[in-house]
């Protein structure tokens, strides 16, 4: 048989990476993932606001978020679109732009409860893997890790102590001018934590293969560095 020499053209495609990025709240994971990607060429998806938009549905439609049977009956009329523009996540609800009617404090705490029913987690993952498969995102969440992305290219479980974060926050409620103490703001981030790593279903915690990465030293710059680097360290250049 003749053996081919003549040079082939290599016509694989290379796919961009993806990357999880999972850990508690308040430890500055979503700036820190929307700089990285924007510096790697890599879409940043934060999923914390899938589940506030659900949360917001049951908010606005005076639906209890603690009633399991409640927010399954009403999911079906949940309207959610989700597209990018710049690089920027859009999340729509029933055809209207949610913006920041998903960050207020009863849409944080509707969505935390939201978060814990199996049929809203169900009702999410098609739109979070449907980009997974598109590649080339940063996904920020709880469980992107161990659950959404188990074959992610990169896993990065970002972190902080709850005395940083606490810190942190007050620091930021100060500065909006909302009387709060620090004890009380340490208190609300414990038991959020405490909620989240200790639900049934797809509690908070770092995937087997993830990367730990604990903030609490440096800089927001640092942060940015150093997760940069952890990615294209693990992707052998592909960013
Ligand atoms: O990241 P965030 O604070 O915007 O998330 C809002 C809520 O959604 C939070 O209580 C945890 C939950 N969440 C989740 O259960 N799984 C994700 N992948 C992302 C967020």
């Given at each position: 048989m003749k053996k081919k020499t003549g040079k082939r053209k290599d016509k694989r495609v290379?796919?961009?990476?993806?990357?999880?990025?999972?850990?508690?709240?308040?430890?500055?994971?979503s700036t820190v993932a929307k700089l990285a990607a924007a510096r790697l060429g890599l879409i940043y998806v934060d999923t914390g606001a899938l589940y506030r938009t659900v949360g917001l549905y049951m908010l606005e439609n005076g639906?209890?978020?603690?009633?399991?049977?409640?927010?399954?009956?009403?999911?079906?009329?949940?309207?959610?679109?989700?597209?990018?523009?710049?690089?920027?996540?859009?999340?729509?609800?029933?055809?209207?732009?949610?913006?920041d009617r998903i960050r207020?404090?009863?849409?944080?705490?509707?969505?935390?409860a939201v978060s814990k029913i199996p049929a809203v987690r169900a009702f999410l993952l098609e739109e979070q893997q449907k980009l997974v498969r598109q590649g080339g995102i940063i996904m920020d969440g709880r469980d992107i890790g161990t659950v959404i992305m188990?074959?992610?290219?990169?896993?990065?479980?970002?972190?902080?102590?709850a005395s940083t974060r606490?810190?942190?926050?007050?620091?930021?409620?100060?500065?909006?001018?909302?009387?709060?103490?620090?004890?009380?703001?340490?208190?609300?981030i414990e038991a959020r934590d405490k909620q989240d790593s200790e639900r049934e279903i797809a509690p908070l915690r770092p995937a087997d293969?993830?990367?730990?990465?604990?903030?609490?030293?440096?800089?927001?710059?640092?942060c940015v560095e150093r997760v940069c680097a952890i990615i294209r360290e693990r992707t052998n250049g592909r960013v």
């Open positions: 290379v796919k961009l990476p993806n990357v999880a990025v999972d850990g508690p709240s308040g430890a500055g994971k639906v209890d978020p603690d009633d399991a049977e409640a927010v399954g009956a009403a999911l079906p009329d949940v309207r959610i679109s989700l597209t990018f523009e710049d690089g920027r996540q859009i999340l729509s609800l029933g055809g209207e732009e949610v913006g207020t404090e009863d849409a944080s705490r509707y969505a935390s188990p074959d992610a290219d990169v896993k990065i479980y970002y972190t902080a102590a606490a810190e942190r926050r007050y620091k930021e409620q100060r500065e909006k001018g909302i009387e709060i103490t620090y004890e009380e703001v340490l208190a609300a293969d993830a990367v730990i990465f604990e903030s609490d030293d440096y800089t927001i710059e640092e």
